[in-house]
């Protein structure tokens, strides 16, 4: 059982950056991949970036490719998703989640989830 708890969302404005974090409570959080997504009003969860279990892989959607960047650090269990150069765009709720599969983009792929963080950036 792995328990996730997303913060760092806010409101921002474009070109801005926001941090976001998800803290992981559960004795084999280190042995998960991670994955965060996003979820804009009237439009489905869609994925963002994923990373590894040992952190040595990552993969992002094409939409945030080199301005978000994925992070883990398993002694703190942790995840970290930086995101740079915001745009309107971005606006969502964003969630992270655990998945026992590497590199997995799909929802149904993931088996828990954390509540979510509302990330707003304003034109």
């Known amino acids: 059982q792995v328990q996730l708890v997303e913060s760092g969302g806010g409101l921002v404005q474009a070109g801005g950056s926001l941090r976001l974090s998800c803290a992981a409570s559960?004795?084999?959080?280190?042995?998960?991949?991670i994955g965060w997504f996003r979820q804009a009003p009237g439009k489905e969860r869609e994925f963002v970036a994923t990373i590894t279990w040992s952190g040595g892989n990552t993969y992002y959607a094409d939409s945030v490719k080199g301005r978000f960047t994925i992070s883990r650090d398993n002694a703190k269990n942790t995840v970290s998703l930086q995101m740079s150069s915001l745009k309107p765009e971005d606006t969502a709720v964003y969630y992270c989640?655990?998945?026992?599969?590497?590199?997995?983009?799909?929802?149904?792929?993931?088996?828990?989830w954390g509540q979510g963080t509302q990330v707003t950036v304003s034109s």
């Open positions: 559960g004795r084999t959080f280190s042995s998960y991949n």
């Open positions: 989640a655990a998945t026992p599969y590497n590199i997995a983009t799909a929802t149904s792929r993931y088996d828990y």
